[in-house]
Nanobody, 122 residues
């Protein structure tokens, strides 16, 4: 069974930083492209950043470019998201995502963790 355990979220002031972690299991992590999604209340889940199986970042949405950095440690089966210069629009629940979770399985909750909540506010 696949498992994703996200952590590192919390309350942070605008301009602050957080480092999110996602510990994955139940599949060959080192062979999987990974990404971070986020979902704000009343909005669709959106892709934030993606990284190849070998550790090369492949995508950042424009709103986080130059502020967020995605990385991974295949020895620890963990993907990270370093978030700097946070603003209110970054407030959301952040989720781990594996590249093999394609359109056919995207809505299958077995392939998503509970996420970690990020709140940017004074």
């Amino acid at each position: 069974q696949v498992q994703f355990v996200e952590s590192g979220g919390g309350l942070v002031q605008p301009g602050g930083s957080l480092r999110l972690s996602c510990a994955a299991s139940g599949f060959t992590f080192s062979g999987a492209d990974m990404s971070w999604y986020r979902q704000a209340p009343g909005k669709e889940r959106e892709l934030v950043a993606a990284i190849s199986s070998s550790g090369i970042p492949t995508k950042y949405i424009d709103s986080v470019k130059d502020r967020f950095t995605i990385s991974r440690d295949n020895a620890k089966n963990t993907v990270y998201l370093q978030m700097n210069s946070l603003n209110a629009e970054d407030t959301a629940v952040y989720y781990c995502h594996a590249g093999w979770n394609d359109a056919r399985t995207f809505g299958d909750m077995r392939y998503w963790g509970n996420g970690t909540r990020v709140t940017v506010s004074f």
